[in-house]
């Protein structure tokens, strides 16, 4: 390329304007999806008009940092001696470290007046001869610049072409806006929805539908599978006056389980008596069945019915009983058998019709492995047990025990709940429960206290309060290699070192041996007093 007549800037300047027409009344309204095709039109355009070898874009983003790049490139750009030119925009950034034009029309002459050591050096050994680079700013934002670059002669940049040229980048600087504000827009919309989602989510659920395939008895809160089939087995038994063992984990609901059976039964019209074997001394347990005739015993001034009396024709609710002592299992065994008792301090045989519903969180086959529950009387419990799964069973429940919570309490608490929010209602979701719902139920109350606003919030220490350890599992792997470790070291009497020790029949190093001990727990009885052997 060779230096140009007076002529030829002056047809650049009325292209160059042309363009600028073209893109200003064509760029109104088009789709942000078709801008990087528009502005790799208008590249090609600018470097045919100008007879430059390259036209390039490159795009900023809020916080300054190059996020994307445009360029078009003429037939001499493409022939390898020049195609290997370098980046102009770090060409721009060293010689302009402020981003601010750079017109340079002969290199490496018109660089700079006083160039520093690098930018001299930069601009001798680089294969531009001319280059004009403009940045775009809206506002106080860098939001594009436009550069075009001349690889084979030098170019003139007379004021009117730049400025030419400058309306140009500031066209597709602002379309390069409009698509970042409809990218943003879209992203804010969709984060909307999103939120809009959540918030229906985590809102009061004023029109949930009870699942109508599911058992329904008052109180009684959930739809998981695990409950249902403990609801479908009292919906089988609580039309009938047999005999329920309610079987589950303290806080799983086992008094809510009995007044369904009795309200669902053939007795609903006669009293349900509760009965906390666990609640009363063994001394009082007795006069509290039973009742007592007038001076049986010091303070009994007068005759007392008990609560099999009270529960005639009605239900008798036993919990806890796995607590009551041997002696009274053999007279409550009569009573179920025979429906006969006397009072304490009385002869006279009292005649009683009550269905026993009994609930325990014990084990109660161990309790007759051991001799502390009378075997008779556990198979007359037992006609019908019924197993009330733990929360950690049934998660899917929470959601509705924990809005059924906050509706009970939060009146009398002077809170309005609307919302849980979802982090809230995964940790809750995610707590291993060990007191069940009555533990639910007391962090929820913490949490009512907590929250001042609409918004359900939790303590930070909501599921610190206890700690209930969880029964022993001697089938994990620890414990079968610690179990197996322990044997041989009690049949080579704990001899790790020398002949037939242990670590030589186990197939281990010695120092080996000593860290499985270590990390196990392992420790010689009486070696260490104040250590106990930790079993998984």
């Known amino acids: 390329m060779t230096w140009m007549n007076g002529s030829r800037p002056d047809r650049w300047c009325r292209e160059v304007e042309r363009i600028s027409a073209d893109v200003a ?64 925009w770090a060409l721009w950034e060293q010689f302009m470290p402020d981003r601010a034009p750079l017109v340079l029309e002969r290199m490496p002459a018109a660089a700079l007046v006083e160039p520093a050591a690098q930018q001299l050096e930069m601009a001798e050994t680089t294969a531009w001869q001319s280059v004009v680079v403009l940045p775009v700013r809206i506002g106080r934002t860098l939001r594009c610049a436009f550069a075009l670059e001349c690889l084979q002669a030098p170019h003139e940049w007379p004021e009117a072409l730049v400025s030419q040229v400058r309306v140009i980048a500031a066209l597709v600087g602002a379309a ?3 698509r970042q504000q409809d990218a943003a827009l879209r992203e804010t919309r969709a984060e909307m929805r999103r939120l809009a989602a959540q918030f229906e989510r985590e809102k009061e659920p004023f029109d949930a539908v009870p699942d109508a395939s599911a058992p329904q008895f008052d109180g009684i809160i959930g739809t998981s599978e695990t409950l249902r089939s403990a609801l479908v087995r009292v919906q089988e038994v609580a039309p009938t006056s047999s005999s329920v063992l309610l079987l589950g984990e303290t806080g799983t ?9 009795h309200a669902h039964g053939p007795r609903r019209q006669s009293p349900l008596v509760i009965v906390n074997c666990a609640a009363l001394p063994p001394t009082l347990i007795e006069s ?34 796995g ?4 002696d009274l299992q053999a007279k409550l065994l009569r009573v179920l058998q025979e429906g006969a008792f006397e009072r304490v301090g009385s002869s006279q045989t009292q005649k009683v019709d009550v269905r026993i519903i009994a609930a325990t969180n014990r084990d109660l086959q161990k309790l007759v492995a051991d001799g502390t529950f009378r075997d008779d009387l556990y198979y007359r419990l037992s006609v019908f047990p019924i197993r009330l799964p733990p929360l950690r069973e049934r998660r899917d429940d929470i959601p509705a025990l924990v809005w059924f ?4 309490r939060q009146r009398a608490m002077h ?52 700690n209930t350890a969880r029964p022993a599992d001697d089938t994990t792997l620890s414990a079968v290699e610690r179990t197996h470790i322990e044997e041989v070291l009690r049949a080579c009497r704990w001899r790790i070192n020398g002949p037939g020790n242990a670590a030589e029949r186990l197939g281990l190093h010695p120092n080996t041996l000593r860290f499985r001990m270590k990390k196990l727990g392992i420790v010689r009885a009486g070696s260490r007093p104040d250590v106990q052997v930790a079993r998984a």
């Open 253 to 261: 609901g086992k008094e809510l389980f009995a007044r369904a059976i």
């Open 415 to 466: 809170r309005w709940i609307k919302r849980v929010p979802d982090s809230v209602m995964s940790a809750l979701q995610r707590h291993d429960w060990p007191g069940n719902v009555r533990e639910l139920e007391n962090v929820l109350e913490r949490a009512l206290i907590h929250s001042s606003g609409d918004t359900l919030r939790l303590l930070e220490d909501s599921f610190d309060s206890v």
């Open 176 to 178: 390069l806006q409009r």
């Open 405 to 408: 919570v906050i509706h009970s």
């Open 25 to 88: 009344t064509g760029w109104g309204d088009f789709e942000p999806a078709h801008l990087e095709a528009a502005i790799a039109s208008v590249l090609q355009r600018v470097g045919d008009a100008v007879e430059v070898d390259r036209v390039s874009v490159a795009e900023y983003g809020d916080d300054g940092e190059l996020v994307n790049t445009f360029r078009w490139s003429g037939a001499a750009a493409e022939d390898s001696a020049t195609a290997e030119s370098g980046d102009v």
């Open 288 to 321: 509290e069945l039973f009742g007592h005739a007038r001076g049986a015993f010091t303070g009994a001034v007068t005759m007392r019915q008990g609560r099999f009396e009270l529960a005639h024709r009605g239900t008798l609710f036993l919990d806890e009983i």
């Open 323 to 326: 607590d009551l002592p041997l």
